[in-house]
T-cell receptor, first 114, second 113 residues
Framework: DAGVTQSPTHLIKTRGQQVTLRCSPK?????VSWYQQALGQGPQFIFQ???????QRGNFPDRFSGHQFPNYSSELNVNALLLGDSALYLC???FGQGPDQPQHFGDGTRLSIL | GESVGLHLPTLSVQEGDNSIINCAYS??????FIWYKQESGKGPQFIID?????DKRQGQRVTVLLNKTVKHLSLQIAATQPGDSAVYFC????????????FGAGTTVTVRA
């Protein structure tokens, strides 16, 4: 049973570019959440997708957008990259949105902005 | 001993001893809490969760205690092993926010042989 898988594992971009990160949820999960983790800090919630719609959003600018596909996989897009966007981007999946359904994380995409 | 509301960013533990990791949460509306373990180069790994209608929950070698009065929870690891060395995060879920998770700052646990 595959867990949450993310691609690519590492990525290097320059300021102003755009990036797309991908996530496949754990088998049986239908909800995908994205988090940004800066070095030495806890993950910060970006947004959550359920039934192909953005259901919740954290304190991130509109440069951050996403999509969920009918097979529950998801993409995170970031436009006009800034140096401060350098971080580990984590995808987490769960079944539904309520409690008692813990979110399971992938190993993330390490994004470096030059 | 354990200090309510005190979060230590690092914890050094002798192998075989018990570990206690503390976490203070901020949102009194949160009613779901999770502990994650994150090893270097990996994503957070689920350890144990607890609902606010419980004070204590036990798993394999781990126990989570929840004190809603002072908004504090702790993770106890019995007989700490070298493989327990990692960063530990507590996270809270807000029912008013579809249970999106808010993470604490993390505690780095180092197990001494």
């Amino acid at each position: 049973d595959a867990g949450v898988t993310q691609s690519p594992t590492h990525l290097i971009k320059t300021r102003g570019q755009q990036v797309t990160l991908r996530c496949s949820p754990k088998s049986g999960h239908d909800t995908v959440s994205w988090y940004q983790q800066a070095l030495g800090q806890g993950p910060q919630f970006i947004f959550q997708y359920y039934e192909e719609e953005e259901r919740q959003r954290g304190n991130f600018p509109d440069r951050f957008s996403g999509h969920q596909f009918p097979n529950y996989s998801s993409e995170l897009n970031v436009n006009a990259l800034l140096l401060g966007d350098s971080a580990l981007y984590l995808c987490a999946s769960s079944f539904g949105q309520g409690p008692d359904q813990p979110q399971h994380f992938g190993d993330g995409t390490r994004l470096s902005i030059l | 001993g354990e200090s309510v509301g005190l979060h230590l960013p690092t914890l050094s533990v002798q192998e075989g001893d018990n570990s206690i990791i503390n976490c203070a949460y901020s949102n009194s509306a949160s009613d779901y809490f999770i502990w994650y373990k994150q090893e270097s180069g990996k994503g957070p790994q689920f350890i144990i969760d607890i609902r606010s209608n419980m004070d204590k929950r036990q798993g394999q070698r781990v126990t989570v205690l929840l004190n809603k009065t002072v908004k504090h929870l702790s993770l106890q690891i019995a007989a700490t092993q070298p493989g327990d060395s990692a960063v530990y995060f507590c996270a809270e879920g807000d029912p008013n926010g579809d249970y999106k998770l808010s993470f604490g700052a993390g505690t780095t646990v180092t197990v001494r042989a």
